[in-house]
Nanobody
């Protein structure tokens, strides 16, 4: 199966931290730029951060300084460290890659995981 699998979501109090992970399934041998996006109820999906396979990062302005994106290319895994969480960070967080290559040579673009829910509440 070709999958991006997110994990690490949950309930956290305001001011707390969470670390999200997104792992590409074994059938995926290469991913290019990976990113995190989020969607709160009633809102459109929005960019959180992206990271290229070379390690260049891009953040939405509201996430700068609180969130850190990183990746392990050997594991085809991307992480999102979220600190100083606020209730308005409550959303489903989705992993994305702009391009992946499978073990059998299939190339897929704009591929998404199913998301992990982050709830920030006291």
């Amino acid at each position: 199966q070709v999958q991006l699998v997110e994990s690490g979501g949950g309930l956290v109090e305001p001011g707390g931290s969470l670390r999200l992970s997104c792992a590409a399934s074994r059938s995926i041998i290469r991913v290019n730029t990976m990113g995190w996006y989020r969607q709160a109820p009633g809102n459109a999906r929005e960019l959180v951060a992206t990271i290229t396979d070379g390690g260049s990062t891009n953040y939405a302005d509201s996430m700068k300084g609180r969130f850190t994106i990183s990746r392990d290319n050997a594991k085809n895994t991307v992480y999102l460290q979220m600190n100083s969480l606020k209730p308005e960070d409550t959303a489903v967080y989705y992993c994305n890659t702009d391009r992946l290559v499978t073990a059998w040579g299939l190339i897929l673009t704009d591929y998404w995981g199913k998301g992990t829910l982050v709830t920030v509440s006291s």
